[in-house]
């Protein structure tokens, strides 16, 4: 097939020249690396495609190691809450665990940005919200900054501040400048995965609320505190029943009896079964006065005092009046109209009895009217001021205009504001505005980050706040739901739900393996197959094979590259139940051995052994290899199929005899040997013949006689004599015994007498010198003493001859001594002119290396010119 692309070759514009041509006015070089240039274009095409499905994939397993590691968190936090405190009573402090280190899932109230894992934060203690610390920071100067400009009180001190969610106020001293951990402990707290973040990991050890003397045993953790889970003892709200022992959050309990409890009126005892907090009011009726004493009525017994709303009525201290009160409790007081009294204007004083009225003193009123700067004009009158009437020039609102109008109005003029309002947005368009625009009243109306909803908060500038509809996720069943925050429903994941899955078997099954409710396809069926296999009575014992995912390839090639295929799907493919693996029990042919064999391997088999029944000789089993015996009376028996013994006798023969039976083999015991035994006698001098059956016969005297020659033993002894028994088996006779007779010398050997051998080996015969012999001994010790002492002078007069010789010889003439001749070297002109050749050799190659370089140097810029 031709290397060159097929739409090269096509017949399309320009590409109409044959494949010679093209070879010849492309060049092969050129169409080979076209192809090469397609396939790694490719290869980078295919490459990030598969970039994109992995990176695609990051968020589910990002989610599933987070719930994974949340689940490890709850674990490890709640390790030192106790396991039987109701399940409710902590669900608070879980669902803000889980809050807390999902990624992306809390959102500073200040800024709107989602708080990162590692962010230094700050947490309410009253709503527990968590801001940034820098943002907190910014809010509490923006906002005292704020209320010293609107109030002008730049110098006051302390000025409250308040949460951005949950408004509790805050001193100026409480403003966050150092990053602490929930529970406060540690200072800057690292992130650790394996820890709720911006957690220490410590014990939490707050007090709980409300305050029971204990603290947290949780581990550090964001949120309230769960319920106290210590147990105390307790006593009911009446004090009745005895204390029993409760949890410390639930400590408080009621018992069945009345409260007993006096009530309010202190004539009645409480009925209401044993109750938290105060009694409730007395729910018995009787007959009360009023205040004033002057009603009587039938009223509830928890209000006693009354009043009938009629004037009091009693005289007063002055004796002209009464109290004009309604009904009251305690006295009336002193008269009103008595004592030193002004008039309406205040400057005139009276000092008049009460029963007559304050007259008018005809002076000016002058009283200061609403407007703040005119007075009364009118005379001194009863009753409240007019309003101002007065003209004056007044500015209006804007600063811009002036006019004059009546001081009680305010002068607004038609100017229109054109500042911008706080959204930044819309112009203010208030007339007469005083500067300190309004809020901007439009809808915001922006698209929140959700995407499904617009914001409905007023105008404002920044981003918008997260969006407030909260969408239930279910699992798969839809019997689990939980709700999140609208727009998080894209990167949480779904509940995990307890119910058992629905979905139908796709195998041959009726049901399958009760599992958790899930999402997408359900894992291959697990249990047994069961189905009944072909070829044998037994059923499928492997794990279930149908509707099992298949992934084919298609590794036909394709046409071009303008084909498109699916190179990889998944078809759901029953597959064959594997062959039988029921393992039965199998005898061999010749019944040696019983094999276990999976059933879809069962046949005769021979098992490789030797046959091993006995054959009819009695002393050989059949040597062929395991095989079928016909016609055999025993298990242990040969049969007609089995091998012929066609060996000779192999019985053993009896102790001592070589030979061999001459029958072939047979069951009988075998014949008496009837050959002849050859061996030496004890000595080793003759050869005996011996019957074969008479020598294993015989008992060992017996043969020992056999073996005998009947001559004297001719082994000598180790003091050098023959022996004296008859050829004997064994070890001859002791020297000790010996009855040789040996000729013993004195220690001179002049002396000389027989003994018998085993005397003198065992020393009890020595010959001992006599007189004669000890003279001899004497004479001959005499001679050896004269014969050495002339051999030691005869060795000295030598000796001197010797010297004598050696003195003459160094006594001769005197020797002249030589003359010794000086040789005087004389220098060559090559060492008498070295040093001036070696300075006019080291000039030369100077020179040489000068013209060199100076060479290269033109070279060098002949090359750049």
Not at 381 to 392: L, S, V
Not at 612 to 635: F, Q, W, Y
Request: hydrophobic share 20%; net charge positive.
């Amino acid at each position: 097939m031709s290397e060159i692309p097929a739409y090269l070759r096509g017949r399309g514009r320009g590409r109409g020249r044959e494949e010679s041509q093209l070879q010849a006015h492309v060049g092969a070089d050129e169409v080979k690396s076209a192809q090469q240039r397609f396939d790694e274009i490719s290869s980078k095409h295919k490459e990030s495609i598969q970039r994109f499905l992995d990176n695609d994939d990051t968020g589910a397993d990002s989610s599933e190691d987070e719930d994974d590691i949340g689940d490890n968190i709850l674990q490890t936090v709640f390790k030192g809450y106790t396991n039987d405190l109701e399940a409710g009573d902590a669900n608070k402090a879980q669902e803000s665990l889980l809050h807390s280190f999902r990624s992306s899932t809390s959102a500073c109230l200040v800024c709107i940005e989602a708080i990162k894992k590692n962010d230094p934060i700050w947490s309410c203690r009253g709503c527990y919200g968590m801001f940034h610390i820098q943002c907190i920071q910014k809010w509490v100067k923006e906002g005292v900054y704020q209320i010293k400009y609107k109030t002008g009180e730049e110098n006051k001190q302390d000025i409250p501040w308040y949460c951005p969610k949950c408004r509790l106020e805050y001193h100026q001293r409480e403003c966050p400048t150092r990053y602490f951990c929930f529970c406060g402990k540690e200072e800057d707290p690292k992130f650790d995965p394996w820890l709720v973040p911006h957690s220490c990991g410590q014990t939490c050890e707050r007090p709980l609320k409300p305050d029971c003397k204990h603290k947290c045993l949780l581990l550090c953790h964001p949120g309230a505190c769960p319920p106290c889970p210590v147990t105390v003892k307790w006593t009911c709200h009446c004090g009745k029943q005895p204390p029993v022992v409760r949890r410390c959050s639930a400590r408080a309990w009621a018992c069945t009896l009345p409260c007993g409890r006096r009530l309010s009126c202190g004539h009645h005892t409480c009925q209401k079964t044993c109750h938290d907090g105060e009694c409730p009011p007395c729910l018995k009726t009787s007959t009360q006065s009023c205040l004033c004493r002057k009603q009587k009525a039938v009223r509830p017994c928890a209000s006693p005092e009354w009043q009938c709303g009629l004037p009091c009525g009693q005289v007063l201290s002055c004796r002209n009046h009464v109290c004009e009160e309604k009904c009251h409790k305690g006295d009336c007081g002193s008269c009103p109209r008595g004592g030193m009294r002004h008039c309406p204007c205040g400057k005139t004083e009276y000092d008049l009895p009460c029963t007559e009225d304050i007259p008018t003193c005809g002076d000016t009123c002058g009283k200061l009217l609403g407007c703040g700067l005119h007075t009364c004009a009118q005379r001194c009158h009863t009753g409240p001021c007019g309003t101002c009437r007065q003209m004056a020039v007044k500015i209006c609102r804007c600063g811009q205009k002036e006019k004059e109008v009546p001081c009680c109005k305010e002068y607004l003029c038609e100017t229109k504001c054109n500042k911008q309002r706080d959204c930044g947005k819309h112009q203010c368009k208030r007339k007469c505005c005083d500067g300190n625009c309004p809020f901007c009243e439009q809808t915001c109306g922006k698209a929140l980050s959700c995407t499904k909803h617009k914001c409905t908060s007023r105008c404002h500038r920044g981003p918008c706040y997260p969006c407030a509809e909260m969408i239930e996720i279910t699992c798969f069943c839809k019997a689990t739901k939980i709700t999140v925050p609208c727009g998080r429903e894209k990167v949480t994941r779904p509940p995990k739900c307890s119910k058992v899955c629905r979905n139908p078997p796709d195998c041959h099954h009726s049901q399958r393996i009760p599992h958790r409710c899930h999402f997408g396809n359900c894992s291959p069926c697990k249990q047994i197959c069961r189905k009944s296999l072909p070829n044998c009575q037994h059923s499928c014992t492997s794990v279930c094979h149908s509707a099992i995912q298949v992934k084919m390839k298609d590794n036909t090639p394709r046409a071009g590259p303008w084909e498109s295929r699916q190179a990889e799907w998944v078809e759901v493919v029953n597959k064959p139940c594997p062959s039988c693996p029921q393992l039965l029990k199998v005898e061999c042919h010749g019944k040696h051995e019983i094999s276990t064999v999976p059933c879809a391997e069962v046949q005769p088999y021979s098992c490789g052994r030797k046959c091993g029944r006995k054959l009819p000789c009695g002393n050989h089993s059949c040597s062929l290899i395991c095989h079928t015996v016909e016609m055999a009376t025993e298990d242990s028996v040969a049969g007609n199929s089995c091998e012929k013994c066609e060996l000779p006798c192999q019985r053993p023969r009896p102790e001592g005899c070589t030979h061999e039976c001459l029958l072939h083999c047979h069951p009988d015991p075998c014949p008496e040997c009837s050959q002849m035994f050859r061996m030496w006698c004890h000595c080793r001098v003759t050869i005996q013949h011996v019957p074969c059956s008479e020598w294993t016969q015989s008992t060992l005297e017996r043969k020992n006689q056999l073996k005998s020659c009947g001559g004297q033993c001719p082994k000598l002894l180790s003091c050098g004599h023959q022996c004296g028994l008859i050829c004997h088996p064994g070890s001859c006779l002791p020297d000790k015994q010996c009855e040789k007779k040996v000729n013993v010398r004195c220690s001179c050997q002049r002396r000389k007498k027989e003994f018998q051998c085993r005397d003198v080996q065992t020393g009890k015969t020595k010959l001992e010198c006599d007189d004669i012999c000890i003279k001899e001994n004497k004479k001959k010790k005499q001679k050896e003493e004269e014969m050495e002492r002339q051999k030691k002078e005869e060795e000295l007069k030598k000796q001197q001859a010797e010297l004598e010789e050696f003195e003459r010889k160094m006594k001769g003439k005197r020797r002249k001594q030589r003359k010794h001749h000086e040789v005087v070297e004389k220098e060559s002109r090559l060492q008498k002119f070295k040093g001036y050749i070696i300075v006019c050799i080291s000039v030369v190659v100077l020179a040489l290396f000068a013209g060199y370089l100076l060479s290269t140097k033109i070279e060098a810029q002949e090359e750049t010119f």
